[in-house]
């Protein structure tokens, strides 16, 4: 059989003015504009009595002069936590102005105005270690007229888990200006095409009337713009109530964007307020291939399969392929929910009997050879229990972790930051099967420690669970003869491109296509190149992804 010859480059495509940010994610966007929004962020006065304020209409607000005088002031306003660990081109912007006229400039010499980051914030800005953002434009030639701060590059040595930015304000007894600061703004660039983002969040009983938060409607909504903003690849999600006359699935499918969205949850009639657990995935990154549950499985501990498992809350699976390049990753997600703590010996022994029969499956010749993630709501830890009504200090899941050669627990010492319930490690977790031990992108999982600071009332309106992600990344290997490029090579101009794209073949080619993606992977357009060019003229201004096939061999550049 011959190969098909693949050439995938990233195009721009000129109309409008292309801005950087275009092909950027958004990590963390606060205008100020509100108490609400100015209370993600932490004020924190080391000199002086003075501090950051909300002002309306103009932000955050810091000043030294009170009562007709100058008081000296160094004051800090501190972001929440950002997971920068695995973000490339992370980009600090924001808008800001100082007055009054008289005093506008006093100190910009000096330094008195900065913009700083770092990857540990101790609690206290003194002993913390910043890296000043350099290049902050102070160029404000009106008093009260808002400026753009510019790009501000957060360096890879802020980068953390736990990342933060801040703003410092100085003044002395002599002078002060007020500094006013708006729309703050931190975008970065995920890992490449060939990295996946997965995300497990309990929704607290999503689609159910009776439990949960009291307004449904804003309960979906808010789950979408945690979707949204999270801008993971793939959502398992617990607590899923879907039925035909309330299709949660569907709904948050549909608010998502359905061109570039897709939804399952098995069974597809879960009957009203019964949880199972579904997925969420994006269609440019992920293949839904199949999905069903684990309903047969050996008794253990006493009791059935069925009872160990919340008396049929059996494990969903969702077989997936992860679109890696040219390449298609198959991929098991065992999506589970165990038994809840209920303060009973008995709970703890259905989580561990549902653990065993559960491993005896997954060790089985039908998937101990597969790439597998066991997904969830745990209801437990990994090391240790939660459980306090019965005589045990093992985790009902330790048949997984001691098992080392065939499974790791990614989450396993991860605490839940989450102090509603108390400080406790997680109980949503990542099991990971030895065909994915190299895939894992080391230290990504982590709980998001920011989704509180984004949606009012989160805990109570949304969910009392934080979602937890982890990071995956394959490179495609073939031999040579797959990865023939002697045969033919590829020149394509001008890039970025308005009009017409001249493509520039070298070598013996019997046919060729050209195809042009947006970044949802939908095909915007499709033609044959007889004359070595594409008209992109009618294609909005944008980001594009081009491949062109031909029948001698297989070459792929991104």
Known sequence: ?????????????????????????????????????????????????????????????????????????????????????????????????????????????????????????????????????????????????????????????????????????????????????????????????????????????????????????????????????????????????????????????????????????????????????????????????????????????????????????YPAVYHVNLIAGSELIPLYLVNIHAKAEDGEAESYTRRLGGSQGLKNILDGTNYNTKNIIVIGDFNDYLIGTSSDACNCTNSPFKNFIDDENNYNGITKNIIDVNTNWGTRPLIEHFIISDELFDNYIANSAAQDVTIPQTINNFYNTTSNHLPVSARFEFTTVASQEEFDTTQASWTIYPNPVKDNLNITITGTIESTTAEIYDLTGRLVLQENIGNNTVNVSNLPAGIYILRMDNRNGKFVKE
């Not at 209409?57 to 997971?83: K, Q, T």
């Not at 290049?135 to 400026?147: D, E, P, R």
């Not at 002599?174 to 095409?193: F, H, L, M, R």
């Not at 969040?201 to 713009?225: A, K, M, R, Y």
Request: charged letters at 15%; a negative charge; one cysteine or more.
């Open 1 to 313: 059989m011959q190969k098909l010859n693949k050439l995938i480059i990233l195009l721009a495509i000129i109309g409008l003015k292309l801005s950087p940010l275009q092909a950027q994610t958004t990590i963390l966007e606060q205008s100020l504009l509100t108490q609400q929004s100015f209370d993600t962020f932490t004020p924190i006065s080391v000199t002086g009595e003075q501090n950051w304020n909300f002002y309306d209409p103009y932000g955050a607000v810091c000043s030294g002069f009170f009562g007709g005088e100058n008081y000296a002031n160094e004051d800090w306003l501190i972001s929440p936590a950002m997971n920068l660990s695995q973000m490339d081109n992370v980009k600090l912007t924001f808008s800001h102005t100082r007055g009054n006229a008289a005093v506008m400039n006093a100190g910009v010499n000096e330094g008195w105005y900065k913009a700083f980051a770092t990857a540990n914030f101790t609690g206290d800005p003194l002993t913390t270690e910043w890296i000043e953002l350099e290049g902050l434009n102070q160029n404000i030639t009106s008093a009260w007229q808002f400026i753009s701060s510019g790009e501000l590059t957060i360096p890879e040595a802020a980068k953390s888990q736990n990342s933060r930015i801040a703003f410092r304000y100085i003044c002395s007894s002599d002078e002060s200006a007020t500094w006013e600061i708006k729309n703050v703004k931190v975008t970065g660039q995920a890992p490449g095409t060939d990295s996946f983002k997965i995300t497990n969040w309990n929704t607290e009983w999503l689609g159910c009337e009776q439990f949960g938060p009291n307004n449904e409607d804003l309960q979906i909504e808010n789950v979408v713009s945690v979707m949204l903003s999270m801008n993971a690849d793939i959502y398992c999600i617990q607590e899923v109530s879907n039925t035909s006359s309330n299709p949660s699935i569907q709904t948050l499918v549909s608010l998502l964007g359905s061109d570039q969205w897709g939804g399952a949850i098995v069974p597809s009639n879960t009957g009203a307020c019964n949880q199972r657990q579904g997925i969420i995935y994006k269609k440019s990154k992920v293949q839904l291939v199949d999905s069903f549950e684990l309903m047969s499985g050996s008794p253990s501990q006493g009791n059935s399969y069925h009872y160990n498992w919340t008396s049929g809350r």
